[in-house]
């Protein structure tokens, strides 16, 4: 589970029931990273309330700072903070996937199409 989550507000004050979700939510992020890197990840998470003529939204953004000088970053725009970083949870589940692929050796995409190609 990552540790260090930094949430701030800008414009909005962050509540206790959706710390404890986003700290649920980021803080599973870290079993789809390489071992190696599990340890000292700290994301920063910035939600910003955004006054429109329609209705209220909010600006989301969630930047993860991996060891070795890797940040991976996505950033969200919705009416409902939730449902926000349920959005940006699946966006950094796909880059920490392919971030892993190219930092561990032995899965890179040549190799994975070796294991299904089929041999006679």
Known sequence: MIEKIDLSGNNYK??????????KRIGKLDRY???GNKKDIVAKVVITEVDRAHGNKYSI??????PGGKVITAKDECSNVFAGIDILEAKL????RRYKLEATPHLTKKGLKNLFIKRS
């Open 14 to 23: 962050v509540s206790d029931s959706f710390r404890k979700y986003t700290t």
């Open 33 to 35: 990273l390489p071992r």
């Open 61 to 66: 953004s969630v930047a993860m700072e991996i």
């Open 93 to 96: 589940k796909g880059q920490i």
